[in-house]
Structures are given as structure tokens and as C-alpha cells.
């Protein structure tokens, strides 16, 4: 199966070819999968170089002359380094654009701590007007990278990752999909984390929802799901307590308990693997299925107190 990586640069390059309006603008990352779309679109196709904060001027500028820039290179490099620009050129100037990552949380363990972005949602969650998607397969980042490009001129960030499900799921843009219902916890998987979750809940009275568009926050389907009780665990493959904000404002009027799992705020410094960097989060099934059963059966002894 190919990766999202892959998938980005294939679909984008099919979208320069079909969207007069479509612009790419790289920063080195990914170049020699653009060469031949670069070929055919000169004019569309701008390596600044490494230069970030040129990436974002440029994306902006681009946006202000009415194309719909993409722009593109690893989260740390897209969100956090050039973070200035992103404010002040699109959201300052009210413009729109589409920031493709790679890289994800610590996709890339080896490049070390420079090249992992964790709190890249949440420093985009400071600014007004952000979509934010995570696909968690190579076909739903497609989908959402077209409907991203194509829908509309607002100001979308899309999070690919190397992590990625064994299958995708329909996505449309907005709304969480519920893939379990139960009468306990209602458990949000994001993106690439769903199949750790399924798996880690796998006989588990709770329910199980798949977000891969994370803002807006599907408020309705949290709340529908989590019911009566108001307990919700939200499994992200960045910054432990990204969403809870989102999700404690969602059941506000009723009585509720939010467990925000991801990676953790502590720097590991020992960078081995993807998977032994989920394992260091507790984000395996493993260590994501004892979370989550005391995080249940704490709300059970409360609700049998309560009665």
C-alpha cells in the first residue's frame, strides 16, 4: 500500500493538472516527486527552497492574486517554525490556503526532536478559522485533500502521517462516524489511531467514534454518543488534551468527565521506532486499553455511588 506521502503527491499533481487555480509551493520536502508536475506547470509549481517562512509568504501571496496555494513540507517546519506568517499572511489577510504536512508527532524518530511536531493542532487551535483533517489512510487523505483543495477558498490544514489503518472509512469533511455503540465511554479515535483503539477496546461496553476532520468539532455526535453518563476519551496521534477544550464545551449543560489521551508534553530523547514511540505514549493497545477500562470503570463506581 502506498503512504499518504505517496497519495499527496500523486493526487496533487492530478489537481495541478485539472485546476488552473491549484499553485504548489514547496521547501525542498517532496521536490522529486513534483519534478514532472513542475515540468508541465512552471509557473504553478515554486521551490523556495529551505526557506519556511518563505513557503507561508509566498503561499500567501499567491492566495491574494486568487489561486489556491498548497503548501508543503514536515509539520515542525509548515506550523511551528513559520507560525508568524501563518497568523499574519492568511489569517491577518483573511486568505485561504492548504498546509499539507509529513512528518506527523515522530514519524521520523531518527531526524530527532527538530523534525517532530506534536503541538501542531493545538498551536493551530489558537488561530480563528482553521478546518483541520487527519486521515488515518491513504484514501481518506486523498479525499480530503481534494475536498480540501476543491470545496472552497477557506484556510485548511491536512495532517498526513506514515502511521495508517489497516482500511479506510468514508469520510465527507465534518462528521465523526460511530463504529461501536456501547453504554459506557464514548471513545474518539483520531486519524491513524483508530485501529490501536479498536483494538484496545475490542470487547469494552463503550462506543467507539472516528474523527478525521478534527475542527470543527463534531459537538453533536460527541454529545450523542456519549449520553446520559457524559464520559469521553479523545485517543490523539498528537498533544495529549488537544480536543478536551473542544469536548468539555460540547457537554457543558450536562454532567461530564473527559480523558484526553496523546502524546505526552515529556521529550523523549531515546528516538527508536514509531511504534516504540507509541508504546513510550501509552498509545499502543496495550497500554490504551488499561487507560481506558479504569478511566470506565472509575465513572461505573461513581454513577453506583450516585445511586
Do not use: C
Not at 485561504?96 to 506534536?118: E, K, Q
Not at 487523505?141 to 498526513?160: I, N, P, Q
Not at 475490542?202 to 453518563?229: I, N, Q
Amino acid at each position: 500500500m502506498d503512504t499518504m506521502r505517496d497519495r499527496f503527491i500523486a493526487t496533487t499533481s492530478r489537481l495541478l493538472d485539472e485546476e488552473p487555480r491549484t499553485a504548489l509551493v514547496l521547501a525542498e520536502i517532496s521536490a522529486a516527486g513534483f519534478e514532472q508536475a513542475q515540468r508541465r506547470h512552471p509557473d504553478r509549481v515554486i521551490n523556495v527552497g529551505i526557506r519556511e517562512q518563505l513557503l507561508i509568504g509566498a503561499g500567501g501571496g499567491i492566495a491574494l492574486s486568487g489561486m489556491r496555494p498548497i503548501m508543503h513540507t514536515f509539520a515542525s517546519f509548515l506550523v511551528e517554525r513559520p507560525f508568524e506568517q501563518v497568523k499574519l499572511d492568511f489569517g491577518h489577510q483573511n486568505t485561504g490556503g492548504v498546509l499539507v504536512s509529513a512528518g506527523a508527532s515522530y514519524d521520523w524518530p531518527a531526524g530527532g526532536f527538530t523534525h517532530m511536531s506534536p503541538g501542531d493542532v493545538a498551536l493551530l487551535n489558537t488561530l480563528d478559522g482553521w478546518t483541520v483533517h487527519v486521515p488515518g489512510h491513504p484514501d481518506e487523505a486523498e479525499a480530503l485533500l481534494r475536498h480540501a483543495v476543491v470545496a472552497g477558498d477557506d484556510r485548511v490544514y491536512v495532517r498526513l502521517s506514515q502511521q495508517s489503518n489497516s482500511e479506510a472509512r468514508p469520510v465527507t469533511g465534518d462528521r465523526f462516524l460511530t463504529l461501536r455503540e456501547g453504554r459506557g465511554p464514548a471513545v474518539v479515535a483520531v486519524g491513524p489511531m483508530l485501529d490501536n483503539v479498536l483494538a484496545a477496546t475490542e470487547g469494552l461496553d463503550v462506543s467507539v467514534l472516528y474523527a478525521t476532520t478534527v475542527r470543527p468539532f463534531d459537538r453533536e455526535a460527541v454529545r450523542a454518543a456519549a449520553g446520559g453518563r457524559g464520559d469521553v476519551v479523545i485517543v490523539e496521534p498528537y498533544l495529549e488534551g488537544t480536543s478536551t477544550t473542544a469536548a468539555n464545551d460540547a457537554l457543558s449543560d450536562v454532567p461530564h468527565r473527559v480523558l484526553g489521551l496523546g502524546v505526552a508534553r515529556r521529550e523523549l530523547r531515546r528516538y527508536g521506532t514509531i511504534d516504540e514511540h507509541l508504546a513510550a505514549h501509552g498509545l499502543d493497545p496495550v497500554s490504551l486499553r488499561a487507560r481506558i477500562s479504569a478511566f470506565a470503570e472509575q465513572g461505573a463506581r461513581g454513577a453506583h455511588r450516585r445511586s
